[in-house]
Nanobody, 127 residues
Framework: QVQLVESGGGLVQAGGSLRLSCAAA????????MGWFRQAPGKEREFVTV????????YYADSVKGRFTISRDNAKNTVSLQMNSLKPEDTATYYC????????????????????WGQGTQVTVSS
C-alpha cells in the first residue's frame, strides 16, 4: 500500500513557474514508476510525465516537453514536477500516481495501469 499526497499547486500568471511535490508513504517507493497526470475542467485526465523506478528514464507529453521536468528522490520518497513557462492551457488538477514495476526502466503512459493515486492539487494559470 502506498499513500500519495501532492502539494505545491496554486495560482500563477502565464509565463511563471510552479513546483509540485508528491510525498509517498509506504514501503518500497523505489519499486514504483511515478507519473503525473492532469485533468482540466470538462476534460478527461491526461498523461503529463513519468519517471521510471530508478529515475533513469523519463517521458513527457508533447504539450509539456521542454517546459516541465520530473525528478524523484528515492531516499526521501518524493517525486517533484517543476513547471516552467506555464500557459493558461496548463490549468488543471494535477495528480501523482504510482505503478509497481519490475524492470528498473519500466513505466507506463496509461492511467489505468497505475496502482495508487494522490488526491490532486490545483494549478491555475491566468492569462
Amino acid at each position: 500500500q502506498v499513500q500519495l499526497v501532492e502539494s505545491g499547486g496554486g495560482l500563477v500568471q502565464a509565463g511563471g513557474s510552479l513546483r509540485l511535490s508528491c510525498a509517498a508513504a509506504g514501503r518500497s517507493f523505489s519499486s514504483y514508476a511515478m507519473g503525473w497526470f492532469r485533468q482540466a475542467p470538462g476534460k478527461e485526465r491526461e498523461f503529463v510525465t513519468v519517471n521510471s523506478r530508478s529515475g533513469g528514464v523519463t517521458y513527457y507529453a508533447d504539450s509539456v516537453k521542454g517546459r516541465f521536468t520530473i525528478s524523484r528522490d528515492n531516499a526521501k520518497n518524493t517525486v517533484s514536477l517543476q513547471m516552467n513557462s506555464l500557459k493558461p492551457e496548463d490549468t488543471a488538477t494535477y495528480y501523482c500516481a504510482a505503478k509497481r514495476v519490475l524492470p528498473a526502466g519500466s513505466y507506463s503512459l496509461r492511467e489505468g495501469e497505475y496502482d495508487y493515486w494522490g488526491q490532486g492539487t490545483q494549478v491555475t494559470v491566468s492569462s
